[in-house]
């Protein structure tokens, strides 16, 4: 039985909390003082951080309470503390993106579209996040702010670059996060600390007033500790979006009346080939997804090795060529990992780039076909449990390998071209890992689907960590 | 746990991957393929001094405890695109730069 915010206000859901809020057994207020005062017991601990909106976040809520008390009715989110990813803007603070440098930007005038969406369904926005340096990152460390740390395990990573909102909302500081996801960078850290994470379709949510990193491949979505969670925060945020212009101008269609239908007619495979498990937890966490689904066909992705070697080079050189000028001036300044992979990156031939591109079209074309014959695809989420911080190299069978670079194999290829993806979390013991729900493009319903699904059969949840 | 399932295809590993050439590969693409040049980040050299010119092309200032790290880096993502350097594909292939689903 799921606890009530009455019994248990440190592991409450979005939607118990709204509930609580929409029934008038709590206060908005009171939620955003018991929230405030988990982060400063338990955040010295985890790091998650980077900046707390405290009188921001009680004048909302103490607006919400006195809302209700008119009879107003309340938002879907009302009542929900909830923290971004210090890359997306909020009004008066500077949107430092994991940096050193962007400390001395000017404050933004404006938060991103994603906080002002959540903020109009009642949510109550916390602060911000801790990340990797500007987004280049799976490992969650930051050189400036300290690595986030992993609720399960606090000597082990969080995973990046959204760490500090996993390990947030792993943590039980807030019940939902937003984090930005470019090559896994949503997928790897929910797996790594045990949550809920979508990447949702590339264009479907507004990156506005967001710190980029490669703009053909960025995409933002939220992290939670239930599927019913993200898809209440995904359906506030759906919607056209001008000021981003690779948001998709399509109606939006609502999930979480969905989640109920289960998953019977949908036709689920596993990758094979490329995205076969190579560590014990791995290959235990598919088969326990795959077995509960009834999931017993093999399908390949064909040409993944590629599609992520693909990714890494548009990667490296679309994210150097957005920092060329700071490098030319500010280098000393970056992180030595990340600096010495953007200055590599515009050294790049060209033409490399240019067929990378060219690849990413066919690849997708070859993708796409397969959803004809399935209508999900299961693939692991990370290679392995969470590393420890500091680690530079992993095994990965017979290979040791780097683990920054290395800790992203299974998402990149499938962000590379845009498909929507839940990460579902498998609560082994010690350390959480999750499996990677893909659906078609705009086919988010049916990954959430999936994970509710798996969640009710109690295959996948989210460990409450021993902090 | 070993994962019981029926396999519709055989799996295949990821250190050799099926090759699918698209049906309209040029003859170009296959013709570079078969007299591809040695590989050129297997020259320490050859990197060093891509960097030392890119750098003065691009105007980036490096200092030289950076230079081990941005040869490895360089190296790295020259070996990966490799990978793609070496798929034929039809001349007439767009780029696709964003996706549009």
């Not at chain 1, 500790?225 to 948001?247: K, N």
């Not at chain 1, 499938?414 to 498998?426: E, N, R, T, W």
């Not at chain 2, 698209?22 to 050859?46: F, I, L, N, T, Y």
């Amino acid at each position: 039985m799921l606890d009530t915010p009455a019994t248990d206000a440190k592991w409450s859901t979005a939607t118990d909390i709204a509930a609580a809020f929409a029934s008038g057994q709590l206060s908005a207020v009171s939620v955003v003082e018991a929230t405030l005062a988990r982060i400063r017991e338990r955040d010295p601990l985890l790091n998650s951080f980077t900046a707390v909106v405290e009188q921001r976040a009680l004048a909302r809520a103490k607006a919400l309470d006195e809302a209700r008390a008119r009879g107003q009715q309340a938002g879907p989110l009302a009542g929900v503390p909830f923290a971004v990813k210090n890359l997306f803007d909020i009004a008066g603070l500077p949107t430092i993106a994991g940096s050193k440098i962007n400390r001395e930007a000017p404050s933004a005038r404006r938060d991103a579209t994603l906080v002002e969406r959540l903020e109009a369904a009642g949510a109550i926005l916390i602060g911000a996040l801790n990340m990797g340096e500007y987004a280049y990152d799976f490992t969650g460390e930051n050189i400036h702010d300290g690595a986030s740390r992993n609720p399960h395990d606090l000597d082990r990573m969080s995973g990046g670059s959204s760490g500090g909102s996993a390990s947030a909302v792993a943590g039980g500081l807030v019940p939902l996060a937003l984090g930005s996801d470019t090559n896994g960078s949503i997928r790897v850290p929910s797996s790594l600390c045990g949550i809920f994470g979508l990447k949702p379709t590339y264009g479907r949510l507004s990156r506005a007033r967001t710190f980029p990193f490669v703009a053909s491949l960025d995409h933002v979505g939220p992290l939670a500790r239930t599927a019913h969670d993200l898809a209440l925060a995904y359906d506030a945020m759906q919607g056209f979006d001008p000021d981003d212009p690779v948001c998709a101008d399509r109606a939006t269609e609502s999930v979480a009346q969905l989640l109920e239908r289960g998953t019977d007619g949908l036709r689920i495979a596993v990758a094979s080939g490329y995205f076969k498990c190579r560590t014990a937890e791995s290959c235990y966490a598919l088969d326990r997804v795959a077995s509960a689904l009834g999931a017993n066909r093999d399908i390949e992705i064909p040409q993944a090795d590629r599609a992520r070697a693909a990714a890494f080079v548009i990667t490296a050189t679309e994210g150097a060529s957005l920092h060329l000028d700071r490098l030319r001036v500010r280098a000393q300044d970056y992180d030595p990992d990340v600096r010495d992979r953007l200055i590599a990156g515009a050294m790049a031939p060209a033409a490399l780039v240019v067929k990378a591109q060219k690849f990413r079209r066919w690849y997708r074309e070859q993708v796409l076909k397969l959803f004809t014959e399935v209508d999900a695809i299961l693939a692991p989420a990370t290679p392995c449990t969470a590393p420890l911080i500091g680690q530079k190299t992993f095994m990965l069978g017979d290979a040791e390998l780097p683990v920054r670079a290395n800790l992203g194999i299974y998402t990149q290829p499938i962000s590379f071209i845009g498909l929507p993806v839940v990460a579902v979390p498998v609560p082994l013991a010690p350390l959480p890992i999750a499996v990677q729900v893909i659906a078609a493009p705009w086919r988010e319903d049916v990954a959430l689907r999936i994970a509710h699904t798996l969640e009710a059969k109690g295959v996948v949840a989210a460990m409450r960590p021993p902090l | 746990m070993k994962r019981k399932v029926t396999r519709n295809r055989p799996a295949r590993t990821a250190s050799k991957p099926a090759r699918r050439v698209p049906a309209k590969a040029s003859a170009a693409a296959k013709s570079r393929r078969k007299h591809r040049a040695p590989a050129m980040v297997e020259q320490p050299d050859v990197i060093d001094s891509l960097v030392s010119a890119s750098a003065q092309a691009l105007r980036l200032p490096i200092e030289r405890s950076w230079r081990g790290g941005i040869k490895f880096n360089l190296q790295l993502i020259l070996r990966i695109a490799t990978l793609v350097d070496e798929f034929p594909l039809p001349d007439d292939t767009e780029p696709g730069p964003v996706f549009h689903a």
